[in-house]
């Protein structure tokens, strides 16, 4: 009986035996697999990982371009600038982090949560910008509680400075951050949120020579995600400087007889087509832009029933009035329905059908030929011009001087202006073309619609001989280092078909508005400058309901009629074309010729110290 006990205890002692070596050996072999998979399948991955908790890779904000005016003026710079940035997979647990930082910067908690929540999806390890531009105070809160905010750190970049505020800041544009629908276009794949793009003017539209290039680091940091060294470093490629076709100081007397109003005024080298001068106003100060405008700033802004936010030299459209008589008097010697010796008789008024269309000058004007009739701007004269013409012949006169289409600026929303056919009425109305609408359309009012920079581009075009240039605003695009990168050229767009005499006749009797008393802008002449111009009154309501009590102008000064000067100087070898509107000015002669003759004045003659007359102030009244 001992044997037999003796042998069953020897088989289970064996059998537990076996089943504990084998329990060991099936550990082991599974510890010595997952020590393979782990140190040889994806030791590489584990390693990195590793590294990240220690090493990280950042970006180096480049250095956006400078702009300056054909002078080398410096219009825009660049100034520091601090902005809190947080890494999540720091700062855990995040919410905790973001309330002590609010606590302590005085940062609304609202705020950081909407950075936040905008950078769902975004792998944790990646900077999310929660405050930008931070002052000192900010500045100071972090740093003494450094500890207590982990992940978050301060990350110094540049910020644009606008050094002239409000000055040209339709032709500049600003800044904003790019959103989420920019950024989904695939147009900014090296930009992520926070990142600052131009938004209009020249920022936006050559924001990819501006902009630069990222540069990268690695550095090392330490648990809280401080950086302790720089391991190696790829530097950042500054973006180019951009040098503009404007002169500043032009443009800011420009802006200067301005003040006050709403209008524009463009200025142009008509050899080439430079644009001198793209004032608009009133303005506003990009500055504001830079670190976020406020809403209620915002809406101030675009509540303003001035409308500041729009650059009227290119966006606003307006009824050409008499400076149109150009091109009326161009058609008609060219299509040859008259010539240098046909004449009308301006009694005043002239009947067309059932009606009476009047002329400005009550008494008439009598014996009238183009010369005289673009001198003393008569309205008749120009009413049986256009009804020998007919609207067809005159929108293809005007269309070859850039009217009815955008000049092609390097600016966005660029508006078309509008020029009739008797196709396009019946297109949009469904009704005919009538032929006493022609007579309207021939002194500049009815359905034309024509912006400030095409008007300029229109007499820099008859000052040239011909000559239709897409207006430049570049110069040159240079490096950094001040290297030449780009310089453009001037680029012909149409030479337009126009016979010698023609220009003689057009020519002679633009000088003739501004330099004998007859001429309607006899009051804007500069003796020694030749300057030649043709002065426009545009009807922003019909004559009837315009004539008001003295009582009542206060009231209806938004009726006021729009005011027009189109001019160029020296005569005999142009170097400036103008084009100034004054919205509600009243008369061409009195509210534009003056800031048109003080921009010519200063340019031609810098050392006189052109005078700065104020928009709209009294001189002669004359209708055109």
């Known amino acids: 009986m ?91 647990p995040v919410p905790v982090t973001l309330h002590r930082l609010a606590q302590y910067a005085g940062i609304p908690l609202g705020e950081l949560f909407t ?3 905008k950078n769902n999806g ?35 970049k540049t910020r644009r400075q606008y050094l002239h505020r ?102 142009l080298d008509p050899k080439n087509g430079h644009v001198l001068v793209l004032a608009s106003s009133p303005s506003f100060n990009p500055n504001a832009f830079v670190s976020g405008i406020s809403h209620k700033d915002w809406q101030a802004l675009i509540s303003n029933p001035q409308r500041p936010m729009e650059n009227k030299a290119i966006q606003a459209e307006y009824p050409p009035a008499s400076t149109y008589k150009i091109i009326t008097a161009i058609a008609g010697l060219e299509e040859g329905v008259i010539d240098e010796n046909t004449t009308f008789f301006c009694p005043g008024h002239y009947r067309f059908g059932n009606r009476s269309y009047r002329c400005w000058k009550k008494g008439g004007h009598g014996h009238m030929n183009v010369e005289k009739a673009l001198t003393e701007s008569c309205d008749v004269f120009f009413y049986q011009v256009g009804q020998r013409l007919g609207v067809d012949r005159l929108a293809k006169w005007a269309m070859r001087f850039g009217f009815g289409a955008p000049t092609g600026i390097d600016l966005e929303h660029e508006a078309e202006g509008l020029i009739p056919t008797a196709a396009w009425k019946k297109e ?6 009538q032929k006493g609408e022609t007579l309207s359309i021939a002194i500049g009012q009815g359905f034309n619609l024509v912006t400030p920079l095409q008007q300029a581009v229109m007499i820099a075009a008859v000052a040239n001989g011909g000559i239709r240039y897409k207006p430049m605003l570049i110069q040159s695009i240079r490096s950094a280092d001040g290297k030449e990168a780009v310089h453009l050229e001037k680029k012909d767009v149409d030479h337009i078909p126009l016979h010698r005499r023609t220009l003689e006749i057009i020519q002679k009797s633009l000088w003739n508005v501004v330099n004998t008393r007859k001429g309607t802008a006899w009051r804007s002449r500069v003796e020694g400058l030749h300057i030649s111009g043709k002065t426009g009154t545009a009807q922003v309501i019909g004559r009837k309901e315009n004539k008001t009590e003295d009582k009542d102008k206060k009231r209806l000064a938004k ?28 008369h061409g002669s009195s509210a534009a010729a003056p800031i048109a003759k003080a921009l010519i004045q200063y340019y031609l003659m810098p050392e006189g110290k052109a005078a700065t007359p104020a928009a709209g102030r009294t001189g002669r009244i004359e209708r055109h």
């Open 115 to 117: 950075r936040m929540e």
């Open 166 to 267: 409000a000055s040209a800041a339709h032709l500049l544009g600003y800044l904003g951050e790019v959103n989420s629908t920019e950024l989904k276009s695939k147009k900014y794949p090296d930009l992520r949120f926070g990142d600052l793009i131009g938004k209009c003017g020249v920022e936006k539209a050559y924001d990819a020579v501006l902009r630069g290039k990222r540069g990268r680091r690695q550095v090392e940091v330490d648990a809280s995600g401080q950086v302790m060294r720089v391991i190696r470093q790829a530097d950042a490629v500054p973006g180019k400087n951009v040098f503009l076709t404007i002169d500043h100081r032009l443009q800011q007397l420009a802006e200067t007889l301005l003040m006050d109003v709403a209008g524009a005024a463009v200025a």
């Open 428 to 433: 949009k109305t469904g009704i005919p073309w």
């Open 2 to 92: 001992a044997d037999y006990l003796k042998g069953i205890d020897s088989e289970w002692f064996r059998h537990r035996l076996s089943l504990a070596v084998l329990v060991a050996l099936v550990a082991f072999v599974v510890i010595t697999g997952r020590l393979f998979h782990l140190q040889i399948v994806e030791g590489e991955t584990y390693r990195m990982l590793s590294e990240t908790n220690s090493i990280r890779l950042q970006t180096v904000e480049p250095q956006r371009g400078l702009i300056f005016d054909r002078n080398g003026e410096l219009l825009v710079d660049n100034r520091p600038s601090f902005d809190v940035t947080v890494i999540p997979r720091d700062a855990r």
């Open 122 to 156: 975004n792998p944790s390890f990646k900077p999310v910008l929660l405050h930008s531009d931070a002052d000192r105070n900010i500045l100071a809160a972090i740093e003494a509680r450094r500890f207590d905010l982990p992940g978050v750190f301060i990350d110094v």
């Open 559 to 586: 009726y006021k009629d729009h005011a027009w000067f189109v001019a160029y100087a020296p005569a005999p070898d142009p170097e400036i074309a103008v084009a100034v509107v004054v919205e509600h000015g009243g």
